[in-house]
């Protein structure tokens, strides 16, 4: 048992350090287990339609819960961060933009990583299986995370890492080989509701519960029909997603500015007003932003989005 207990450790700190080699930021390890907490969360929050029209989200409830039913074998739940916190901010002129869709698709960045890192994994320790998640498959990316200690989640439902906040990416690595686990850490939000009193459109409608379906982040970026009257006069200037919630964090002023090439922002994104966004055509749209995360709205969606502002 000691013998078994010190080649987890060992193999974990490996994990780790090879993580941080390939550019993660932080790295965390939990067991492959059920998520008992976080079932009957999941289940309330859908009962109460709160994912909008996203019923991709009511799909595949116990892969979502148990990452053994994604994997024949896991053993161990892998988590990663990567800092996107941009250097450049937008022109105040400019239709907002989250800061996570300033550079390239975040998908496409990280799963290059995680391959990486996997294959590294089978140099360094020995053959492994495992499956690489980014924010693609149905995995509770922040559940995982705070599971193993890479932060808490906040009254916003965002994980908080205690050394620079929560503008950050999060990915997995579900693995067929014990490993040892971290153990999560405490919630420091304390009595703070800045991110509740602060939202636009009181889409946190209670500590860590965000109702999706009234979030400006879903509305233009999720939603792919009209938006709804009300709605309108509440995008507060966002024109894809929406980073109010995590501005107004106490936590984020922490938050260091990143250095990976591929994150660096679009020009376009960080200068064109308005009235460009208006009169983008089709072609220039797909051709200036290929590799952007504003695909998923895509060019009807963002004209859409313009429209209202």
């Known amino acids: 048992m000691i013998y078994a207990d010190s080649k987890m450790n060992s193999h974990s700190n490996i994990v780790k350090s090879l993580a941080q080699k390939i550019g993660f930021d932080f790295c965390g390890i939990s067991k492959a287990v059920f998520l008992e907490e976080e079932a009957p969360r999941l289940e309330k929050w859908l ?8 019923q991709y989200m009511e799909n595949y409830f116990d892969k979502r819960l148990d990452p053994r039913k994604l994997m024949d074998g896991a053993k161990s739940v892998i988590s990663l961060m990567l800092n996107y916190f941009p250097q450049e901010s937008q022109n105040p002129e400019t239709p907002k933009i989250s800061k996570y869709a300033y550079g390239k698709d975040y998908h496409f960045v990280i799963k290059d990583k995680l391959k990486e890192l996997l294959q590294v994994l089978n140099e360094e320790i020995s053959e492994i299986h495992g499956r690489a998640f980014v924010d693609s498959a149905p995995v509770l990316d922040r559940a995982w995370a705070a599971k193993s200690g890479l932060g808490w989640i906040g009254k916003n439902s965002m994980l908080i890492n205690p050394k620079q906040g929560s503008f950050y990416f999060l990915a997995e690595l579900i693995v067929d080989i014990e490993l040892e686990a971290d153990g999560p850490i405490k919630d420091y939000c304390g009595t703070c509701t800045k991110c509740i009193d602060a939202c636009p459109t009181q ?5 860590k519960i965000v109702d999706g379906s009234k979030c400006i982040s879903y509305f ?12 309108k006069s509440k995008l507060d200037g966002w024109m894809f997603g929406c980073d109010v919630c995590q501005d107004v964090c106490p936590w984020n002023r922490f938050s260091h500015r990143h250095t990976n090439e591929e994150l660096q922002p679009n020009p376009a994104i960080l200068n064109m007003t308005k009235k460009d966004w208006e009169e983008i055509t089709e072609e220039v749209f797909k051709k200036t932003f290929k590799t952007s995360p504003l695909q998923r709205a895509g060019y009807l969606g963002i004209k859409r989005n313009v429209g209202y502002l």
């Open 220 to 231: 233009t970026i999720e939603l792919k029909e009209n938006m709804p009257e009300e709605m």
């Open 47 to 54: 009962e109460q339609g709160m994912n909008g029209k996203m």
């Open 203 to 207: 889409a946190i409608v209670g500590p």
